[in-house]
């Protein structure tokens, strides 16, 4: 049960794009396609943003988008906004289990 | 509206136990199975442990195996985190989050605060 390994931060300009990686093991991220991503601003509890990989919630963005190859899972967040500047955490199924990224910070420049 | 409600956080001695309570409403809890996350100071969001819409199937992250359990009473609507033999790392926001189709957390509480300090 090791944590996903994401970037410690990305950063982009308003508008712009950013991708955050998860990689995992073919017991969680490569074995499953059950990751999801949530949104943690300060203090505040996480949000759904984005489950089964790829598909979205009612009420998210199309800005926010998810994709999968193997063992790493991908956010991308399009037309970047100041209000996306928050924590992002992947997480993964494992069998019973689950297991969440390391987290990233997203700082809208 | 769907909502959660953890309490029972405080401050407690290394060694000690604790029982956290989550409070649900404005869905059937029966149906659906519920979530521990913790999250220490300045540090990431940690899975703790899963239980089963009916409580017959529990699943712990290896770091509280053995000294938390996770029960829920769909009479009253509310899941449970009994923490014993308390560790220093256990210091930590604990949110309650519910299922969906097993695969994702869609709805969080606010988080309750334990400090584990002597």
């Known amino acids: 049960q090791s944590a996903l390994t994401q970037p410690r931060s990305v950063s982009g300009s308003p508008g712009q794009s950013v991708t955050i990686s998860c990689t995992g093991t073919s017991s969680d991220v490569g074995g499953y396609n059950y990751v999801s991503w949530y949104q943690q601003n300060p203090g505040t509890a996480p949000k759904l943003m984005i489950y089964d990989v790829s598909k979205r919630p009612s009420g998210v963005p199309d800005r926010f988008s998810g994709s999968k190859s193997g063992n790493t899972a991908s956010l991308t967040i399009s037309g970047l906004l100041a209000e996306d500047e928050a924590d992002y955490y992947c997480?993964?199924?494992?069998?019973?289990?689950?297991?969440f990224g390391t987290g990233t910070k997203v700082t809208v420049l | 509206q769907v909502q959660l409600v953890e309490s029972g956080g405080d401050v407690v001695q290394p060694g000690r136990s604790l029982r956290l309570s989550c409070a649900t409403s404005?869905?059937?809890?029966?149906?659906?199975?519920m979530h521990w996350v913790r999250q220490a100071p300045g540090k990431g969001l940690e899975w703790v442990a899963v239980i089963s819409f009916d409580g017959s199937d529990k699943y712990y992250a290896d770091s509280v195996k053995g000294r938390f359990t996770i029960s829920r009473d769909n009479s009253k609507n509310t899941q449970y985190l009994q923490m014993n033999s308390l560790r220093a790392e256990d210091t930590a926001v604990y949110y309650c989050?519910?299922?969906?189709?097993?695969?994702?957390?869609?709805?969080w509480g606010q988080g309750t605060t334990v400090t584990v300090s002597s």
């Open positions: 989050a519910k299922d969906l189709s097993n695969t994702r957390m869609d709805v």
């Open positions: 404005g869905f059937t809890f029966s149906s659906y199975a």
């Open positions: 997480c993964s199924y494992a069998g019973g289990s689950y297991v």
